[in-house]
């Protein structure tokens, strides 16, 4: 018995044994048959597949530059969203797929027209924008189903932000989809992955620094546009960051008197010509262009009649109207056209000799005889009724175009109006029209074919409360500042300068006196010609506001220290003393509060 089970247990190791040879040679076998097969019998059409594996660079949009403002306030930056891309090779039939994506989320006429026109440039494998800016809702609509859509994906994507919305509309500007006709064919390798571009305001103008450098990766896809691997090349390099002079919080007070109105704020540091403030009202949410706009929203921007679109602060040209008068008395100063303890006549109006036309003074039967000093104070119409006609238009207009009157500023910022200093040459060219001594006359007085800017006035401005130079505004800081010295003499520009100071202590502008901040300042007010007047000038139907005269007011402060120039229009506001002023008054105060150095403090 125990002679037996050692004999019985080696066979049946004997049997197990060959039994794991034989598995171990039909396995061995089986792989031989299989390599030789893929080496030998289909050699060729693996040979073929991977000849069809490509690798293609595909680029990587960098992150755009901040914009920010004096204290480092963030005024633009990026923030990443979501959004809806369709892979075409993935898709058999996108037209299908985005009828059926309707069903479950809204996409538009203008999405689908400007996925379609993509699709015509776009690799196969190349995911093409559907929808951006992706809702939660919408987000876990589309996730519930995602399975029903091949080739559709959820992408993240960075995109302009703007976070105090409409307030730096038109300084700051916007971001727009990019069209071809925007890029010059040797700077597509540029804007390769980007599909946006500075369409206005300092988006626009440092579009080169902001926009940064696209960075690049290796996809290696098959023969099907499957991605097989991905390598990253060249990482993506961020825009230049810009710090601007502009401050948030003179911004903010700027919009906040402005509210309900039209017009345009400008404010200046008249050392140096840093913008301080640029605001036009009505304005618009940058926000609303990131993504494109569509139709109805265009058309609602299009069609307002407060034009939200327009930039009132450097394309807005308005008759300066009395605030015009500080600078006509330094050029007639200047030119010795008048002393400034001269006393001229006035009665209620002004006649040229030999003619029966009256030019009437804003206060019924005139100021009396006065002298530069007090015609300033109390905007004296018929005194620069006569300083117009002792300069002349060719010298009166000549005068002007020295406070860059007439002459785009030099502003970083795209599409400036340069105004009009109007002559008899240029209504000639422009009208095919004789001038004639009445236009000298209320030239004298801002009216006529004048024209200025907002931005032009507060330059103008800030050059009498420097002292007499001409500063070039600006609202990327730098390191330096240009400015231009103007050839008046310091005691010329003193009485301008005490004139002003008046104005707003006891004249037109007595009403934003305070102890706060001592202001120097000038009123003003701008025919709408259209308006329906009386004989002397006063307009019928007052009541109705878009027959108002335009109001206007120009200051700086402290008077005695200038640190701030500003420049007022309202549109259809009336009296600018009444009307534009308190807005002034408003950014000033708002500005010199953040300030404490002892000389503001004095």
């Not at 009395?322 to 001269?342: E, G």
């Amino acid at each position: 018995m125990n002679a037996v089970q050692p004999a019985r247990e080696h066979r049946q190791f004997t049997r197990r044994l060959l039994g794991a040879a034989g598995l171990i040679t039909v396995l061995t076998a089986l792989l031989a048959i299989q390599i030789f097969r893929l080496q030998v019998w289909d050699h060729d059409l693996y040979a073929t597949q991977s000849t069809h594996n490509t690798i293609v660079l595909l680029p990587i949009a960098p992150q755009r530059g901040l914009i920010l403002d004096r204290h480092g306030q963030i005024l633009a930056d990026d923030q990443t969203g979501f959004a809806l891309t369709i892979t075409p090779n993935k898709t058999m039939h996108p037209e299908e797929t985005i009828q059926r994506l309707r069903r479950i989320l809204p996409v538009s006429a203008e999405d689908q027209q400007r996925f379609n026109r993509d699709l015509l440039h776009a690799r196969p494998y190349q995911p093409i924008l559907l929808r951006g800016n992706l809702s939660p809702g919408e987000l876990a609509a589309f996730a519930v189903q995602r399975h029903q859509f091949p080739g559709v994906d959820i992408q993240t994507r960075i995109k302009r932000h703007y976070p105090y919305g409409s307030l730096f509309a038109h300084a700051v500007g916007y971001m727009g989809r990019l069209t071809p006709a925007e890029i010059r064919e040797e700077q597509m390798a540029d804007y390769a992955g980007l599909d946006s571009i500075g369409k206005s305001g300092l988006e626009a103008q440092y579009e080169t620094l902001l926009k940064g450098q696209p960075g690049d990766q290796e996809v290696e896809v098959d023969a099907r546009g499957h991605t097989l691997r991905t390598r990253l090349r060249n990482p993506p390099r961020r825009g230049v960051t810009i710090r601007t002079t502009l401050d948030l919080a003179v911004q903010q007070a700027a919009a906040k008197a402005m509210m309900g109105q039209q017009g345009a704020v400008v404010a200046l540091d008249p050392r140096n010509g840093d913008v301080l403030a640029a605001y036009s009202a009505p304005a618009f949410d940058p926000n609303a262009f990131v993504d494109g706009l569509s139709t109805a929203v265009w058309s609602s921007l299009r069609d307002d009649p407060g034009m939200p679109m327009a930039n009132r602060f450097l394309r807005g040209s308005y008759p300066p109207g009395s605030t015009i008068k500080p600078f006509v008395a330094l050029s007639a100063l200047h030119d010795k056209a008048v002393a400034a303890d001269q006393r001229l006549a006035g009665g209620a109006y002004y006649q040229i000799p030999g003619t029966k036309h009256k030019y009437y003074d804003w206060k019924p039967g005139g100021h009396g005889a006065q002298n530069l000093r007090e015609a300033i104070r109390d905007s004296n119409d018929v005194y620069f009724y006569q300083i117009a006609m002792r300069l002349g238009a060719i010298q009166l207009g000549n005068g002007l175009a020295h406070f860059g009157f007439g002459q785009r500023s030099g502003v970083d910022l795209p599409g400036e109006s340069a105004g009009v200093i109007p002559s008899p040459l240029w209504l000639r060219r422009r009208y095919g029209q004789t001038w004639y001594q009445g236009q000298t006359v209320i030239m004298g007085i801002g009216q006529g074919y004048l024209l200025s800017t907002p931005l032009q006035l507060a330059r103008a401005t800030a050059s009498i409360a420097n002292g007499g130079r001409l500063v070039i505004p600006h609202m990327k800081q730098s390191s330096g500042s240009a400015t231009q010295p103007l050839d008046f003499s310091p005691e010329d520009i003193a009485v301008i300068q005490g004139a002003m100071r008046d104005a707003v202590t006891s004249g037109t502008g007595k009403s934003l006196a305070n102890d706060l901040h001592a202001i120097a300042g000038k009123t003003g007010t701008a025919q709408v010609h259209h308006a329906q007047r009386n004989d002397s000038g006063r307009v019928l139907h007052d009541t109705i506001r878009l027959w108002q005269d335009h109001a206007l007011f120009i200051a700086y402060a402290p008077a005695d220290h200038p640190r701030i120039a500003v420049a007022v229009v309202v549109e259809h506001g009336g009296h600018g003393g009444s009307t534009a002023g308190p807005v002034a008054r408003a950014v000033i105060d708002a500005y010199l509060n953040t300030l404490t150095t002892p000389e503001v403090n004095s």
